[in-house]
C-alpha cells in the first residue's frame, strides 16, 4: 500500500494546498503533511497528500551509482 | 425565460413525445425517412450479406475532452462494424432520457450524433425515446444499433489470426480512458488529453486493401489487454508483446502510475489491434501511417505457437510476464 | 518521469544482475510491501535472480489482512439508509462473510470510490444530510494522510465526516514473524514509503533481537535489485538496517506526519486475516476523536465464516509459493478471491496469477 510517485511542486496556494506536475499531468495535492516545500522541490505524492520532500542530492547520488553500473557491461 | 426540461410526458408516446420528435429531434438528424413515422425502416441492401452489431453508451459524464456521448454512440457502433471488415449504412438510436434533462443538452447530443452520421456516411433510420423517473439514466443512455455491408470474400474475424502474424496497434493507447477519468480526479494536462474517440472504417477500408489482415479487435473496455487475450483465446495461438513498443502518451502514463492503473487496461475509443500476415505486415504498417487516425501506429508482437491463448509481455528490462485478461472494473489503487 | 524512469534504466539493471549473480551468495529474501511483491512480478525480477535468490512475500498488503469482522463492519455501516461509504479502490472485492463491498453495493449500498481521503471530506460537505464513513485502511504510509483529514474535518466543522479505521502497523507485524518458531529468512527488503514516515530506526529490533539484516529500498527494479545485493553482501557483516532508498527515508522518518498521527491515532490490538491476532499492531482513534468514530457505532454483524480452506496465512508467513496452496488458481482467482492473497491485485496470490508465467511452474 505504498504508491507514491515523485512529482514537481509548480504552485504554492494556500490552505496547505500545492498543484504538482509528473509527465505532464498536474494535480492538486495537500502539503499539511510536509514543511518548508518550495516551487521546484519534487515530493513524493500518496493519496493527495506529499508525504515527503525528495533529497535531491541522495537521488543524484544513487542515479550516478545505477549509472556506473550500467556501463558495467560495456567492459569488453 | 425558465429552462426547457424534459417531463416524463415525452415518453409517454402521445403528443408531448411527437412534438418533442418532430420539433427537436428529427430535424437535427435531418433524415427524411424518420419523418415517414413508420414502425420500421424499409431498406434496400447490396450483396448477400449483412454485418450486424448493437452497443449502448453510459459514459458519464455525458460531455468530456474530445467528444461525448453522441459521438462515441455513433463511432463506437460504426467501429464494432468495421473490426469485422464492414461498410457501416445504416444506424438506429435509442434514447432512454432522464426525466429534468434539459433541452439544450439534449439538442447538443442530438446534433453531435447527426454531425458523425454524416462524417461516416451513415444514415439513421429508425429510433425510439423513453424517458425515465429523476435519478435513473445519468442525464440520457444511448444505444445504436448498426448494420453494415461486407465485400465479397471479406473475412475477417477475432478467430483469424495465426501463428507468425504481426500485432499493431493505430496509435496511443489509454487516452479515452484516462481523458474522462481526469475530468472526474482533477487531473489537468500540459497539453490537454482527448479522448481519442473516432470512426475508424476509412483506415480500415484502406489497411485491407493493402494486405492479410486476417483479425481485428477494438480494444474499448478492458483496453488492449482484453483485446489481446480474446484475440489469442479465441484464435488459438500464443501472442508476445513487446511492452516498450506500445505508444502510451506520457501524461496518459504519468496519470496511470499516481492511481495505480495499468495503460493497457484502460479504455479506448479510436484504436484497433491488427493481426497481419508476416510477409505483408510493412505495407500494411505503412498504409495505416499514412492515414491521419494511424500516424503512430506500432508493430507491438507477434502471434506465436505455444501456449494457446497465453499472452506475453516482454518488458523493457528484457524480462517476460504474463498480460492477464482484466477482472472486471479497473479502480484506482492506493496500494 | 523524473525520479522514476532512471530507477528503471534496463542497462543499470542488468548491470545489477551481474553484480548479484558474480556475488555468488545465495539467499532466502523476504519483502513485506504488497507494491513491492507487484513490482517484483510485474517487473520479472523473480525468475531474473532465481534459483541464487529465492523472492518469498509477507503479509504486507494491509487490503488483504483486512479481518472477515473488519469488512463485514464496512458492509453493514454502508448498507445504512443515511450513510455513505468511501472507500480506496483496492477494497471494493476483499470478501466478507457475505460478500464484498462491491456485492454490497450493487444490493443498494451507498460506496463511492476514493483516491484520498481529502475526496471523501468532500463529498461530507456536499452531502451535509449524509453520513459519510471513510474506510482506513493502510500501513504508515497512509494512516498520517488519514489522520491530515480528520483534523481537516474537525477544523471545518464537518460533524458528518466519520473514520472507520482498520490502519495498521509494519514493525509489529514483522516481530510477529520474526518471533514464529519455524520462520527462516535471510535478510528482509523493507517497505520504502512505510519508512519515509516511520524511519530506519523503528527496524533496529529484527537486527538486533533477531539477527536479520534489513534494507529499506524503493519500488522501482533498480532499487530493489540494489537492496538485494546489500542483503547478500551483508551476509558477511554483522546484521543491521540499512537504507538504499535515501532520496525518500532519513533515519528519524517524517517527524511532522509522524507528530499528526499521533495526534489523532492510538495504538491497540488487531486482528490479521489469514495469521492472528498481533498486539499493538492497529491504529484506532483516541478518545478526544470520538465525535467521528464510526467504530464505534452499533452494527448487527453476520455469522462469521469459517474456515475456507486455503493457506493465505503459510503463504502471507512466506512457508508456501501460491501454487502450492490447494485453491490457488483453481477456486481462487481474482475475479472470485476466497482468501485475502487474491483479493487485492497486490496480494501475494494475485501478483504470482497476474504476472508470473506458467513456465515458471505455477498452477
Redesign the interface.
Known amino acids: 500500500m505504498c504508491l507514491a510517485i515523485p512529482a514537481e511542486v509548480i504552485e504554492i496556494q494556500e490552505n496547505d494546498l500545492a498543484v504538482v506536475e509528473a509527465g505532464g499531468a498536474k494535480k492538486r495535492i495537500s502539503l499539511s503533511l510536509v514543511d518548508d516545500v518550495r516551487v521546484g522541490d519534487y515530493v513524493l505524492v500518496h493519496a493527495g497528500f506529499a508525504i515527503e520532500i525528495v533529497d535531491e542530492q541522495e537521488a543524484k547520488k544513487t542515479m550516478e551509482l545505477f549509472e556506473e553500473l550500467a556501463r558495467l557491461d560495456e567492459v569488453p | 425565460m425558465p429552462e426547457r426540461l424534459i417531463s416524463i410526458a415525452h415518453g409517454g408516446g402521445g403528443t408531448r413525445m411527437r412534438e418533442l420528435l418532430r420539433e427537436t429531434v428529427f430535424p437535427l438528424l435531418g433524415e427524411d425517412v424518420l419523418l415517414d413515422a413508420e414502425d420500421a425502416a424499409v431498406l434496400a441492401l447490396p450483396g448477400d450479406r449483412i454485418a450486424l452489431t448493437t452497443d449502448s453508451f453510459v459514459v458519464k459524464p455525458l460531455f468530456f475532452p474530445g467528444g461525448d456521448i453522441g459521438k462515441l454512440a455513433v463511432c463506437g457502433t460504426v467501429n464494432d462494424l468495421a473490426m469485422v471488415g464492414a461498410r457501416p449504412l445504416y444506424l438506429t438510436m435509442g434514447l432512454i432520457l432522464e426525466e429534468g434533462l434539459s433541452f439544450s443538452v439534449l439538442e447538443k447530443v442530438v446534433s453531435s450524433v447527426a454531425d458523425w452520421a454524416e462524417n461516416t456516411q451513415v444514415r439513421i433510420v429508425a429510433g425510439d425515446t423513453k424517458v425515465v423517473e429523476r435519478g435513473m439514466a445519468d442525464g440520457m443512455y444511448i444505444n445504436t444499433s448498426g448494420v453494415g455491408v461486407l465485400e465479397e470474400g471479406r473475412e475477417v474475424s477475432i478467430k483469424g489470426a495465426s501463428p507468425g502474424d504481426a500485432l499493431i496497434v493505430n496509435g496511443y493507447v489509454g487516452d479515452h480512458g484516462i481523458a474522462v477519468l481526469?475530468e472526474r480526479?482533477?487531473?489537468?494536462?500540459?497539453?490537454e488529453l482527448l479522448s481519442d474517440c473516432a470512426p475508424l472504417y476509412g483506415l480500415v477500408q484502406s489497411m485491407l486493401e493493402a494486405g492479410e489482415v486476417h483479425s481485428l479487435r477494438d480494444p474499448t473496455r478492458g483496453g488492449l489487454a482484453a483485446a489481446l487475450n480474446e484475440m489469442a483465446s479465441a484464435s488459438g495461438c500464443a501472442f508476445e508483446v513487446v511492452e516498450g513498443d506500445v505508444p502510451v502518451r506520457?501524461?496518459v502514463?504519468?496519470?496511470c502510475?499516481?492511481?495505480?492503473l495499468d495503460p493497457l487496461y484502460v479504455a479506448n475509443e479510436g484504436k484497433f489491434l491488427a493481426a497481419v500476415g508476416e510477409s505483408d505486415a510493412g505495407k500494411v504498417l505503412a498504409e495505416i501511417k499514412g492515414h491521419a487516425l494511424g500516424e503512430n501506429a506500432m508493430l507491438i508482437g507477434r502471434a506465436t505457437e505455444g501456449?494457446k491463448g497465453?499472452v506475453?509481455l516482454l518488458?523493457?528490462?528484457?524480462?517476460?510476464?504474463?498480460l492477464?485478461t482484466p477482472?472486471?472494473e479497473q479502480?484506482?489503487?492506493?496500494? | 518521469m523524473k525520479y522514476l524512469d532512471e530507477f528503471r534504466s534496463p542497462d543499470a539493471v542488468k548491470g545489477l544482475v551481474c553484480r548479484i549473480k558474480d556475488l555468488g551468495e545465495s539467499a532466502k529474501l523476504m519483502e513485506v510491501c504488497g507494491t513491492h511483491t507487484m513490482a517484483i512480478s510485474k517487473f520479472g525480477l523473480r525468475s531474473l535472480l532465481s534459483p541464487q535468490v529465492e523472492l518469498v512475500s509477507g503479509p504486507g498488503c494491509p487490503v488483504c489482512v483486512t479481518s472477515d469482522e473488519d469488512i463485514d463492519r464496512a458492509i453493514a455501516l454502508a448498507g445504512m439508509p443515511d450513510v455513505i461509504l468511501a472507500t480506496f479502490g483496492d477494497m471494493m472485492k476483499v470478501p466478507g462473510s457475505e460478500g464484498s463491498l462491491a456485492d454490497a453495493a450493487a444490493r443498494g449500498a451507498s460506496v463511492e470510490v476514493v483516491y484520498s481521503p481529502l475526496e471523501a471530506l468532500e463529498i461530507a460537505h456536499r452531502e451535509g444530510d449524509k453520513r459519510v464513513v471513510f474506510l482506513g485502511v493502510g500501513f504508515e504510509t497512509t494512516a498520517p494522510a488519514v489522520a491530515a483529514t480528520l483534523l481537516r474535518a474537525a477544523e471545518e466543522g464537518a460533524k458528518n465526516f466519520f473514520l472507520l479505521s482498520f490502519h495498521k502497523l509494519v514493525p509489529p507485524a514483522l516481530r510477529a514473524l520474526a518471533s514464529l518458531p519455524d520462520f527462516e529468512i535471510d535478510g528482509f527488503i523493507l517497505p520504502g514509503h512505510v519508512s519515509t514516515i516511520i524511519g530506519a530506526q523503528a527496524y533496529s529490533f529484527l537486527p538486533s533481537e533477531f539477527g536479520i539484516p534489513c534494507v529499506i529500498t524503493g519500488f522501482e527494479p533498480a532499487d530493489i535489485l540494489q537492496a538485494i545485493y546489500l542483503l547478500l553482501r551483508m551476509r558477511k557483516e554483522s546484521p543491521s538496517v540499512r537504507v538504499e532508498y535515501s532520496r525518500a527515508v532519513r533515519p528519524e522518518g517524517n517527524p511532522k506526519a509522524l507528530s499528526v498521527m499521533d495526534r489523532v491515532f492510538e495504538r491497540t490490538d488487531a486482528q490479521w486475516r489469514g495469521l492472528f491476532e498481533i498486539p499493538n499492531s492497529g491504529l484506532a482513534l483516541k478518545r478526544g476523536y470520538g465525535q467521528h468514530d464510526a467504530g464505534a457505532w452499533e452494527v448487527e454483524l453476520p455469522q462469521p465464516v469459517g474456515d475456507r480452506g486455503c493457506r493465505c496465512g503459510d503463504v502471507l508467513c512466506g512457508k508456501i509459493k501460491p501454487g502450492q496452496c490447494p485453491l490457488f488458481a483453481k477456486k481462487c482467482t481474482p475475479e472470485d478471491p476466497v482468501g485475502p492473497c487474491m483479493v487485492s491485485s497486490e496480494g501475494t496470490c494475485a501478483s504470482y496469477y497476474l504476472y508470473e508465467r506458467r513456465e515458471e511452474g505455477l498452477a
Open positions: 481526469s480526479e482533477g487531473f489537468s494536462f500540459q497539453a506520457e501524461g502514463r504519468a496519470v502510475e499516481m492511481l495505480g501456449r497465453q506475453s518488458t523493457p528490462l528484457g524480462t517476460r510476464r504474463l492477464r477482472s472486471g479502480l484506482p489503487r492506493i496500494c
